[in-house]
């Protein structure tokens, strides 16, 4: 799924529609060409993001003639953060086939890396697994959602990938609503 995407974002640059967002990496990228080189410059919080954006531009200029020059800092990357917390991020809706596609595109995304995923109907509303992965303080917002015949992607990933994590349920999902848990100690 973030491969199509890739390759359409690519096929747009490479024709000269430097405005569209990068798939992964979104405004934190901007583009140019100095010349006959495309320019992508901006900020990354993590070095793997930097790994993976370059192994990106290797594979999608291989063959095209393009040449590419990556002028991008990282800003973070201190991974000693990650592992210490988790958080779960809910996203509700409409159907199962949008919570179906919600859990793909989390599920292929190269910087999200969920823990676990799960997806539950309206038969789970009172289910002994909603009630593993929902905290008490939370299940009547996830009863009520799932008693209107909504469909929840429940999702845990790291604390630090939370904010990609639920920004993409948010914005590129069409989630009907998405609540975000308090993290806990990962276990």
């Known amino acids: 799924m ?19 967002r990068h798939p992964v990496h979104g405004t934190a990228l901007r583009l140019r060409f100095d010349r006959d080189v495309l320019v992508v410059s901006g900020v990354l919080e993590h070095r793997r993001e930097l790994t993976e954006l370059r192994r990106q ?3 999608l200029s291989a063959g095209t003639g393009t040449r590419v020059r990556i002028d991008v800092a990282v800003v973070g990357g201190d991974r000693a953060e990650e592992g210490l917390l988790d958080q779960t991020i809910v996203g509700v809706f409409e159907t199962p086939a949008r919570a179906e596609f919600a859990r793909r595109l989390l599920d292929t995304h190269p910087l999200v890396r969920p823990r676990s995923m799960r997806i539950l109907g309206s038969a789970d509303v009172s289910s002994a697994a909603a009630r593993r992965i929902i905290p008490r303080e939370y299940r009547d917002q996830v009863r009520d959602a799932l ?18 994590a639920r920004d993409l349920i948010d914005e590129e999902t069409r989630s009907l609503m ?3 848990l308090p993290p806990v100690v990962a276990s």
Do not use: P
Not at 2 to 20: K, T
Not at 147 to 162: P, Q
């Open 2 to 20: 973030i491969a199509d995407r890739l390759h359409g974002w690519w096929a747009q640059v490479i024709a000269g529609q430097l405005e569209h």
């Open 57 to 59: 531009l290797r594979e």
């Open 147 to 164: 008693r209107k015949g909504n469909t929840l992607l429940v999702v845990t990933v790291d604390e630090v990938h939370a904010f990609r």
């Open 178 to 180: 998405t609540m975000t």
